[in-house]
């Protein structure tokens, strides 16, 4: 539901770019050319949130929009969001549901989502300013790949966690490597929305 105050919490007396979808009626529109849509599911995260959606808005490419997904949080969550709405240039849509997991999570933001790209974020998680536009530049030079992902750097404590080799994603094909163990981290993925349109979720 789209709620006034919290649409005016910039102090500018201007409406901002962003609104909730009520339960249930998440609405989908017009696929954008180009477009990236950036999905995060969260779930009581309230104080990591902030932190993941500034890294969105700082990219060197900017989304087409920012769905954060709401997975039933306890947590000042929605203010949140609201609140780093009010102080982006970037789309963000809020939507709120009851807990069914991030997985769930993911895919309402998928159903959701206008972008031709979707790129995922955990909510603990941040991009480096220049990830959307490298991945970008690789999926429109290479148009017949529908699934990019990244490196990742894993920090504990403020650390740089090393991975062992066997968490390491090989180069080029990865399906028989992923089949084993889960090489690619979700907060790495660049894929098409045709990919979905085509298969299914």
């Known amino acids: 539901m789209c709620d006034f105050a919290i649409r005016n ?95 769930a999570a993911r895919n309402t933001g998928i159903k959701a989502a206008r972008g031709e790209l979707l790129a995922f974020l955990d909510s603990d998680d941040r991009f480096v300013p220049e990830k959307l536009a490298r991945q970008f530049k690789a999926m429109r030079d290479e148009p017949q790949y529908l699934v990019s992902h990244t490196r990742e750097t894993w920090y504990r404590h403020g650390r740089i966690l090393r991975q062992k080799k066997k968490h390491q994603p090989p180069h080029g094909e990865i399906f028989k490597a992923c089949l084993k163990m889960c090489m690619v981290g979700m907060s790495t993925v660049m894929v098409r929305k045709e990919l979905f349109d085509r298969y299914g979720m």
Request: contains cysteine.
């Open 9 to 103: 919490l910039s102090g500018r007396g201007r409406p901002l770019d962003y609104y909730e979808d009520r339960p249930g009626e998440v609405r989908s529109g017009r696929r954008g050319r180009g477009v990236i849509s950036v999905i995060i599911p969260t779930y009581n995260r309230a104080l990591f949130l902030e932190r993941s959606i500034r890294s969105v808005a700082g990219q060197t490419r900017a989304c087409g929009e920012l769905i954060v997904v709401d997975d039933g949080s306890t947590d000042d969550t929605r203010l949140r969001v609201a609140a780093c709405a009010a102080q982006t240039a970037i789309s963000v849509r809020y939507i709120h549901q009851d807990n069914q997991g991030a997985a």
